[in-house]
């Protein structure tokens, strides 16, 4: 039994977005064990639609369809499929409800248009979208041994149908023989070639295999093992798992789901320490960073966001004399701003960040990229950081670079005390 | 005559990486006017490849590969395509020198293994690859009317064949009669269905054409024309712009590149005006949001993260009894919280957000989702906005929701004034 990725829009033919979908329900396909050979993109036309689906019948048993289910005119993927398979739709009153329900929680009526939503094609199923007006299906048998399913094209929306309603389903239904089951650690402060160097001999190995990967400044390494159950799976990588977190060591902060902000946040818990941020370069980055985490209230009191030196010396109480002297781009008032933010909030830690984001800005001593990162402990003694991220990437790179740098240096610092 | 983007790669079959070569080729055959209506991809599998090859030729002209160039045993799109069309591989010398050549510049030996790199099919082009050792081809007519082009899967290899070599032939072999110019309005505050409706008859317009997209609680509206030259197109989108301007009035805060934090910058700058922000559920990314924009130091001074009670009172001069009495999230706080944050900075404006965020932290009268925006200017009276984002969406999207609105209040605020 293989599954077939269709993913439809016009907005896909002209290159608006990318087509994020595919890769989300390809690894999601992989870790299931259910085998997929073909994605096909196709945009907002009824005949090229059923041209696709007449191909991936002669392919595939399980199609799984992405876009196409807004209110819009050319919102028309289950019409098509209906229509394909020569079945009259039928408005489904709890989808009306539904949306209804949801249009009245942010206040509003809904909209004729969405009543075209609510049209299922008899004998499909609804497929609930728990955080979005547009429904999916579920269509078992339109054909003897096909199941359809589609999906909105809206990543987040997708993603919750998925894991809510589909694969439960597929489980169920005896889609998934054999498990691919899979771990993620995750590295920060160490390059990947560096990274892949020390770990090189792990990357021959069959079951679990290990496999690197890069992105946003972040090394990952997946481990993933193949068995009859998730828990078969999990005793193949827990030991490949012990072993590459004994080589890295410090640079392995966590795994899976877990982000630098997570980590630090659980840490300071397990303390009891709090802690508050002095933003420049990263004009709030840091401090949204902490706060994506729920109840990082438990321990993240706030912070000054400096964009202008005024603010620097009236809320953080940086000495004037040392922005003039040394520039606000300077491991001396990284120091002040992390000390005067923790000695204002009166929190345990005070963290803090001053750079050159760029594009402009940067000189000839002080480049784009150059970043310096304070951090005020309940000791006296203060310390800084500096870092020069180049001018490669562009200003949002080297924001994030920095937020999360900061946080890997509380994190490393609270592991060490 | 169509084009179609067929990507190999069974690492894309995994997942394992976003398929942005497709969005890229895609793009530039928007920009050069070829219409193309379907994207295959395919795993690294000959009988599969030769599958595809012959459900495109049915339906295409101009097939371009991306991906299996390399000089792995996997790597097979060349040698595939070649015995699809029962043409044998020549091995070229010149691809032999130039890969050699390329090695010796790294201080390297080329590997036995590359020599495969250099198999092109009787009959096919060499389509140089100045920055990597895999060449690509052009074959013209290995079928009449056709056309085949293989670019290897490195984006920026890719990218540089693409624009230096088959752009050129493209445009030489009369591909390119007209292009496609695009252009897309930004709205914020009205939602997709609601804006459909206004605009739905434009939606049946064929040159230019009018689509509608959403995402992040934004909606966009496509302007894309078909025209010999990008002037031309410009032509035919303006007065359909304008049209739609006017029905969409203040809803429409801009078009392309811009961001409500661009839009809401421009018009301080143009205003003289200086901005300060008090944050509480969005912990920082207002600021962020507005310090996203190179130069927003301009008009952006900093601001105040109040995410503990004990913040908004020391820094802010929120009333203790007013948060004992009317709660933290309220429209009483989030007015004395950008008052505070404006005197406290000295800006012309100062705005705020206080809100729950969720999962946690909601009540029967103050339920998840509950969020009060504040507004001082330079006049006595200070603006409180209510908002009720609901609970059906997670914790970033409604601290993503609540950064762009208060943005948004701004922007009419300015625009009002």
Redesign the interface.
Known sequence: MVAEIICVG???????????N?????????GLGIP????????D?PD?IK??ID?ALG?SQLLLFTGGL?????DLTVETIADFFGSPLRERPEIIEDIER?FA????V?????RKQALIPEGADILPN???SAPGIIWQNPRDGVTIMTFPG?P?EMHRMWEEIAVPYLKSHGWCQETIYSRTLRFWGIPESALAEKVNDFFNLTNPTV?P?ANHGEVKLRISARAPSESAAQELILPVEEELRKIAGLDCYGADGDSLASVVGQLLLNTGASLS?A?S????????M???I????NY?????????N??KV??LGVQEADLMEFGAVSSIVAKQMAVGVRS???TTFGLSITGI????GGSEDKPVGLVYIGLAGPSEEVESFEYRFGNIRD??WI?NLSSCTALDQLRRKLLNS
């Not at 997929?36 to 945009?43: F, L, N, R, S």
């Not at 929680?105 to 509003?108: E, F, H, I, N, V």
């Open positions: 016009t907005e896909l033919l002209l290159g608006d977005i990318l087509n994020s595919a890769q989300f329900l390809a690894q999601q396909l992989a997929h050979y073909y994605q096909t993109v196709v945009g036309n090229r041209k696709v191909i392919r807004g209110p819009t005119p050319d949801k929680q942010r206040g509003r809904m909209s004729p248009s969405n728990s955080s979005g809206v987040a496999a990967y941020v933003e370069c990263t004009g709030g980055g840091l401090g949204a902490l706060t994506s729920s109840g990082s209230s993240f009191y706030g912070g000054v966001i400096s964009y202008d005024r603010v009236g809320l204002r909030l009166e984001a760029g594009p402009g200003r949002h924001r």
